[in-house]
């Protein structure tokens, strides 16, 4: 089984709380808002790393991002954009996609994809929660947690899908 970490919006502020949970990654996912390349390269001593551009990663460092990634785990594939609005229909054959954008951690099933927003691992912003995602890949199958840093995740739908 396969345990890649989700976050996003990070916007410069890598928390040590987030990195105490992702260092059990065997891969991390960062779906933009990076702000920093920092972030990227300390997140990348932890393990492998797929990262998107969002709206406010601009210089040169975030010129090698791309807006959409594309990755294969075991037997499921998954897309990565920073917002969700951007990205229409999902490609077939993509059983996950990941996006930010909003801070406003989420999940979703449609048309057998499962749609996640891991919210935002940075600054806190309005009264969201700080929060980080975590997708099981266990073969063909996916599994997809959220968690909360800080802040509670009361209100904020399904914490938990999956897909076989």
Known sequence: MLRIGLISDTH?????EALDHLKTCDRIIHAGDVCDPAVLRELALLAPITAVRGNNDVGS???????FEMIQAEGVQIGVIHDLAHLGAP???????VSGHSHRPGIMESDGVIYVNPGSAGPRRFKLPVTFGELLVDGETARVRLHALQGSLAGFGLLEGSLC
């Open 12 to 16: 410069g502020l890598l928390r040590p």
């Open 61 to 67: 460092w975030a010129d090698r991002l791309r807006d």
């Open 91 to 97: 490609p077939a054959g993509m059983r996950v996609v």
